[in-house]
C-alpha cells in the first residue's frame, strides 16, 4: 500500500527535525570542548560540522572563538570574516570581528561592528549582547559600564541564561565588586547546578581573595561535575602554586595536560617544574616541546634559567641570548628576572664586567622592593673581583631592605674589612651577634675589625671579643684551631703590654696547646730565661 501523503509528509518532517537536533547537540558538544579548552579537538568538531553545513554562519562564529580562546587571533578572525562573506545577515561574525578589533585597541571599527551586529540582531539576540559585552570585559582595555548595559539587556531577554549571569559576575569583579559578583556566580548555579563553569568561577573568586580551602572546593566540585572540564585542573594547579604547594600543583597540572597537550600548557607545565626546583625535570619537559616549537619565546627563557639552577651556563648563556634576540624581534615585554638570570650565567663563566651591567639593568627594571637578590650578586662580583669599596655600597643597600640575614651582615662586614673600613664591619658583626648569640663568626670577626681600629693593641678593644668568641666555641677546638691561636696570643700579648704575667702566661699557654710551634708564645716563654732580651713583637692578627 502506498504510504499517504500526510504519511510521507509527517516522516520527512521528522528527519528534518532529528537532523535539527542531532546537528544542534554536535554544535552543543563543539562549544563544549572549546570550553573545556580541548582545542584541537574542538576544531575537529567544527570542521565536520562547516563541511556537512557550509553556508551556516553560526558555525564559523563558534570556530572562530575556538581559535580565539586558543590563542590563534589571526584563524579567529579569518574564521570570523568568512562567516560573514557566506552568511553576511549572522550578527554573531561581526561581533567575533568587533572583539579581535578591540583587543587590537582598534576601538572605533570594533565598535562599528558591534553596532552592525546589534542592528542586525535588532538588540533582540541575548548571546549577541552577551558576546559583545564579553569582549568589554575580558580585553586588556575594558568597558565594563557598557559591559553591564548590555548584560543586563540580555537578562530581560534571557532572565535564565546561565551564562549570562556568569559573565555578569565576571564584569563585577572586573570592578572588584566581590560582593555582587558572588552574587551573580550562585544565580548562575542555581539556574544551572551542573554549570561547572559557574562553580569554577566561584572557586576563582576565592582564590584570588587567598581563601584557599574554599576555593579548592569549588575546583574540586567542578571536576565532579564534569571530569573532563579542563580548566578546573588548571585552576587547581595555580591555587596551589600560589599557595606553595609546587609538587601537588604539579600532579593538578599533569591531570590537565590529559585533556589539554597544547604547546603553551605543556610550556606552564615546565614553568611549574621550574618553581617546584625540579629543574631537570623542566628541562627535559623544555626539549620535548621544542621538538614540536622553536618559535615560542618563553621556551628560551624558563631553558636558560633552569640551565643556570643546573650549572649548565654555557647552554643557559645560548638560550638567554636566544631568548633577548627573539623577545626583541617580537616586541616583547622583558622581565627584571630576565636580565638578573643573564647577569648570572656571565658572572659564572667569568664576564664580571659584563654581569654587573645586566644585573643593574634587572635593578632598574625591577621597582618592587624584593631586589635583596641582586644588591647581593653585584656584591659578591665586586667582592671577588677585589673591588672591595664598591662591595660594600652594595651589600650596605642590602642590609637597609627588608629581611635581611645573617650572610647580607657578614657580607657588608667582610667587604667593609677587606676595604680597611673596621668602624663599618665592626658594625655589621655587631648585627650578627646581636641577633645571632650563640654564633662564633660574628665575635671573631668584631675582634679581628677592633684589633685593626685599635692597630697597637693598648686599649685592648678586640679582648672581650676574642674571649667570648673562645667562650662559644668552647671544646670545639680540632676545627676551631687556628682562630682559637689567633685569639689566645692577642689576648696574652695584650696582658703583657699591661704587665699582667699572670694572664699573660696562661693564654700563651693555651696557644700552645693547641699551636706548639707557636712563635710569639715560644718567644715570650724564652723571654723569661733571658731577660736583657729586646722586647717581642706582636704577630700580626689576620
Known sequence: MRASFRTKYFILATGILVNLYAHSQNLEQAIKLTRNEQFEKADKAFRVLISGDPANGKLYFYEGENFFDWGKMDSAKANYQRGITLNATNALNYVGLGKVQWYSNDGKDAIDNFYKAKVLSKSKDAIVLDKIAEA????????????????????????????????????????NDGSNAVTYYEKATT??????????????????????????????????????????????????????????????????????DAINARIRYASFLFLAKKYPDAISELQKVLVQDTNDIILYRLM????????????????????????????????????????????KVGQDSLAVE????????????????????????????????????????????????????????RAAYSSRQYQKADSAFAVITKYMADLPLGYLWRARSN???DSLTTQGLAVPYYKQYAQKVGADTIRNKTDLVEAYTYIAYYYYLQKDKENTENYYKRALALDPNNVQAKTYFESLKAPKQPPMKKEGTK
Open 136 to 175: 568589554y570585559i575580558n580585553a586588556p582595555s575594558k568597558d565594563i559600564g557598557s559591559a553591564i548595559d548590555l548584560l543586563n539587556q540580555a537578562v530581560l531577554l534571557e532572565p535564565n541564561n546561565a551564562d549570562i549571569c556568569i559573565d555578569m559576575g565576571d564584569a563585577y569583579l572586573a570592578r
Open 191 to 260: 539556574i544551572n547546578p551542573k554549570s561547572a563553569l559557574g562553580t569554577l568561577r566561584l572557586g576563582q573568586l576565592y582564590s584570588r581573595a587567598r581563601n584557599y580551602d574554599l576555593s579548592y572546593q569549588y575546583f574540586q566540585q567542578a571536576t565532579q561535575i564534569d571530569s573532563t572540564f579542563a580548566p578546573a585542573y588548571r585552576e587547581k594547579a595555580e591555587m596551589l602554586e600560589a599557595a606553595q604547594r609546587f609538587d601537588d600543583a604539579i600532579a593538578q597540572y599533569k591531570k590537565y595536560l590529559q585533556l589539554n
Open 358 to 413: 645586566k644585573l643593574k639593568q634587572a635593578l632598574q627594571k625591577d621597582t618592587s622592593s624584593d631586589v635583596g637578590e641582586l644588591y647581593s650578586q653585584i656584591g659578591n662580583i665586586y667582592f671577588k673581583d677585589g673591588k672591595y669599596a664598591q662591595a660594600v655600597k652594595y651589600f650596605q643597600v642590602r642590609t637597609n631592605l627588608p629581611q635581611p640575614t645573617v650572610n647580607d651582615y657578614n657580607a657588608l662586614g
Open 451 to 453: 684589633s685593626l681600629i
Open 304 to 347: 636558560a634559567y633552569s640551565q643556570y639552577e643546573t650549572g649548565n651556563y654555557k647552554d643557559g648563556i645560548t638560550n638567554m641570548n636566544k631568548f633577548f634576540a627573539k623577545a626583541t624581534i617580537a616586541n616583547m615585554k622583558t622581565l627584571p628576572s630576565d636580565y638578573a638570570y643573564q647577569g648570572k650565567l656571565l658572572s
